[in-house]
């Protein structure tokens, strides 16, 4: 065996043992780099060692010096017990948080358009599903949010991830999303003698707090509704409002007594500003909003989540991949107006967290949308920020999106500085999860 594919079955043997397949972590792990950014200021600190223990950041320092992030001296020393911890050394790369996606369809395919999908068994996408977070980790994304699948494909992916037994992201699954009958949640594809709809349709306040009740019993840890129209549904037009302001609250104090957020499918300037007077949390898409919209965003906090990248996958494959032209003909009249109330409402100052819409346009291309959030008004550290540490307030969680003392060591390392070319975090070099590698493009010689 020569020393190349000796180098990789070590590699390989370390990324195995990354994802706790053997259910086991190595004591401490410490993670050294030429710099790593400090998503909280934009700041760059200069020859980090970072200090792991049971995956999660115990100190950050610098190598061979006092001081650093963390306010402690040079990880080596904390190392547990006094043992010699495992070391993954990144010379000439900068590390950042691991990423994180605010809206992913982990069970969808944008291959399959139109009625192409009906060729395969309801199971052939549970399959799929595990595929795509393979590659959705590789891509760097260490959480995310699945906001919608069928048969509780996400909520079933996120227990086999947590146990170990495959490879992908933290999951915040919504299972079903729903929406009233004849909306962009419910099936519309298919004449009255198949008789197929949603199965958690709610239409008025009772109904909706019903299906919020029967997701959650069954997995869900958020609550996506449609409150507009959509692109890829049939017979609904995006900026159609479908939920009204009522079934909205509903949907919002149900969810919120459970401990759960709500996420909005809202195109529509109707749609948008009835969900964000409910109270809902992220509203997705925001394709139409107005200025109202904005100024409400605004004074009642709601997140903006706008996929301003897929309509240029859709632009060029759609047609191929089998999108009816009525599909197509929406995503035209909505992918520049989409793109231009993103750069009013971040101008604005209204808060937007990164979100793809990944199963519209391939997993594992996540970090495209980066450069179009450039592109549309964003600076580089603005667009990183959108997802990391305003993921994680969003989300509201306290272990994932910054690196810090206390949460889960997830990290991604570009070689290069980020903050100048956003496009390295379309193929980031490294990939390290619960404070081990489990993708690096190319074994240390």
Not at 138 to 148: I, M, P, Q, S, Y
Request: with cysteine; hydrophobic share 40%; charged share 20%.
């Amino acid at each position: 065996m020569n020393r190349k594919n000796r180098l990789a079955l070590k590699l390989m043997a370390l990324c195995m043992a990354t994802v706790g397949w053997s259910g086991v972590h190595a004591a401490d792990v410490i993670i050294s780099a030429e710099r790593l950014l400090d998503v909280k200021t934009g700041r760059m600190i200069d020859k980090p060692e970072i200090l792991v223990r049971d995956g999660k950041v115990v100190s950050i320092g610098r190598a061979g010096g006092a001081g650093g992030a963390g306010g402690v001296g040079g990880a080596a020393g904390a190392a547990a017990g006094g043992e010699a911890a495992t070391r993954i050394d990144l010379p000439g790369m900068t590390l950042l948080p691991g990423l994180i996606d605010m809206h992913v369809h982990l069970d969808s395919d944008p291959t399959y358009g139109g009625y192409s999908n009906l060729e395969y068994n309801d199971r052939f996408w549970s399959a799929l599903a595990v595929a795509h977070a393979g590659k959705t980790l590789d891509a760097g994304f260490t959480t995310v949010r699945n906001l919608g699948a069928a048969d509780w494909n996400d909520v079933g992916l996120g227990q086999a991830i947590a146990a170990g037994k495959v490879r992908g992201p933290r999951i915040i699954p919504a299972a079903w999303s729903f929406g009233p009958t004849g909306s962009h949640c419910d099936s519309t594809y298919f004449p009255p003698s198949m008789d197929q709809k949603g199965p958690y349709n709610a239409d008025g306040p009772d109904e909706v707090r019903k299906s919020v009740r029967s997701l959650r019993k069954y997995g869900a840890q958020v609550i996506k509704v449609c409150a507009t129209g959509g692109v890829f549904s049939r017979n609904t037009e995006p900026g159609q409002q479908q939920m009204n302001l009522a079934e909205l609250r509903a949907a919002v104090e149900e969810a919120h007594q459970w401990g759960l957020q709500v996420a909005a499918h809202a195109h529509g300037a109707a749609g948008i500003k009835d969900a964000i007077r409910a109270g809902v949390n992220t509203i997705e898409h925001a394709s139409l909003i107005d200025d109202e919209g904005i100024a409400l965003a605004k004074k009642h906090g709601a997140w903006l989540s706008m996929d301003i990248y897929n309509g240029s996958y859709t632009a060029l494959e759609g047609k191929k991949n089998g999108v009816l032209e009525d599909n197509l003909r929406k995503d035209r009249e909505v992918t520049e107006l989409q793109r231009q109330n993103f750069k009013r409402a971040h101008a604005a100052g209204v808060k937007m967290v990164f979100g793809t819409d990944a199963g519209v346009h391939p997993h594992g291309g996540n970090g495209k949308q980066f450069a179009v959030m450039v592109q549309y008004g964003m600076t580089p550290l603005q667009a990183i920020q959108s997802a990391t540490i305003n993921a994680a307030e969003a989300l509201a969680r306290k272990d994932v999106g910054i690196i810090e003392p206390g949460r889960y060591a997830d990290l991604v390392a570009v070689e290069g500085d980020p903050t100048v070319n956003v496009r390295l975090l379309e193929a980031p070099a490294v990939v390290i999860q619960n404070g081990l590698i489990v993708k690096r493009l190319t074994p240390q010689q």
